[in-house]
């Protein structure tokens, strides 16, 4: 059976990921930090077949121990601090997880390295975040990075070093830029998420408002489970290279909160929401939209699931938790 190490398990995309490699066969590791990550029970519970095995994306020597342990054949490395809006407020931690991380885990490979003739092929998630204040639209692996917080720029950081690792040493290691890809695993920080939930419980009578930040930006959202797909295309190619996952289109935020709203029935959607400078950023992306040509001609890949049904989706999923708590029958 093939070997996958993952870090980042407990997020949306290690859930994600680890769920799909299952499904085609393989032995699933997954990389926790700290005594007690709040989140590794209800992963367990959910998939009992992953092995968690002890790390941390700021110390080599842990994360030697855990390639030894697990002997991967591939590693994916998804674990990041990952929310933009608290970059700007932890800027030093991000730039040593998300950043210094992709560096260390690297490293780590170059000194466990796999057998000779299997060498560990590695995954390295990198972000639309990084075009920040885009050079050109749509976006591709060309375009110019220009991040617009401390988060992009670790980003930028870590896949710059992963191009270098791949041409220093010869490893075979990718990074995937994924535009924003949600779903209902997804983190309640995170904007569409947020309304998703917020419009489930209105809908309830749970809650009154919902608050929000910029309504003006845009976002090319895909589905999660689209793009961990296209994050193993990528490790099964003869050469590796770096690719642009995307779904081509892009909706503003106050999109998002009208097809949400729309879900449920609610059309006069603006008396439910305000909006508050606390969510604001200290600096926008204002546009992203990615162009995945590549991606679907070399790797065969293409999203399954567009935003109307993503939304759908996501509004359903809250809706049935949100009864369930509260003890309402829908
Ligand atoms: P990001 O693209 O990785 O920053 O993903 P987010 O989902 O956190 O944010 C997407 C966009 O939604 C950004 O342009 C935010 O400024 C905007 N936004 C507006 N209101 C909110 C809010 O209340 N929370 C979050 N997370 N984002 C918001």
Redesign the pocket.
């Known amino acids: 059976m093939p070997r996958a190490f993952i870090t980042g398990i407990t997020g949306q995309d290690g859930q994600h990921l680890a769920s799909f490699l299952h499904s085609k066969g393989y032995d699933v590791y997954g990389m926790v930090k700290g005594q007690s990550n709040p989140h590794v029970g209800a992963v367990l519970e959910e998939m009992p077949f992953i092995e968690m095995v002890p790390g941390d994306l700021a110390d080599l020597p842990s994360l030697v121990a855990a390639l030894n342990m697990a002997q991967p054949d591939e590693v994916y490395n998804l674990g990041a601090i990952?929310?933009?809006?608290l970059s700007f407020n932890q800027a030093e931690l991000t730039a040593n997880i998300t950043g210094l991380g992709v560096l260390r885990m690297l490293e780590a490979i170059r000194m466990v390295g796999g057998s000779q003739n299997n060498p560990i092929r590695f995954y390295q998630a990198s972000?639309?975040?990084m075009f920040g204040k885009v050079r050109e639209t749509p976006q591709n692996e060309q375009t110019p990075f220009h991040p617009r917080?401390p988060?992009g720029c670790a980003k930028v950081f870590g896949h710059d070093i992963v191009v270098n690792y791949r041409e220093s040493y010869d490893l075979f290691a990718c990074s995937g830029i994924l535009f924003?890809h949600e779903g209902p695993r997804r983190g309640i920080?995170?904007?569409?998420r947020?309304v998703t939930n917020a419009v489930a419980r209105i809908k309830l009578g749970l809650q009154h408002e919902l608050?929000?930040?910029?309504?003006d930006?845009k976002?090319d959202w895909g589905y999660a489970g689209d793009y961990v797909r296209a994050m193993w295309l990528m490790l099964q190619q003869d050469v590796p290279e770096d690719y642009v996952i995307a779904t081509g289109e892009t909706h503003s935020?106050e999109e998002l909160v009208e097809r949400s709203f729309g879900e449920v029935g609610i059309d006069d959607w603006r008396q439910y929401v305000r909006q508050d400078p606390k969510?604001?950023?200290p600096a926008?992306?204002?546009l992203?939209i990615g162009d995945s040509s590549k991606a679907r001609e070399r790797l065969g890949w293409m999203p399954e699931i567009d935003f109307p049904t993503l939304i759908s989706m996501m509004v359903a999923h809250d809706l049935q938790v949100e009864a369930a708590k509260a003890g309402i029958e829908l």
């Not at 990952?82 to 809006?85: D, E, K, L, T």
């Open positions: 990952s929310f933009v809006a972000s639309s975040e917080s988060y924003n920080e995170f904007v569409t947020k608050v929000l930040g910029n309504l930006s976002r935020i969510f604001f950023r926008e992306v204002d992203l």
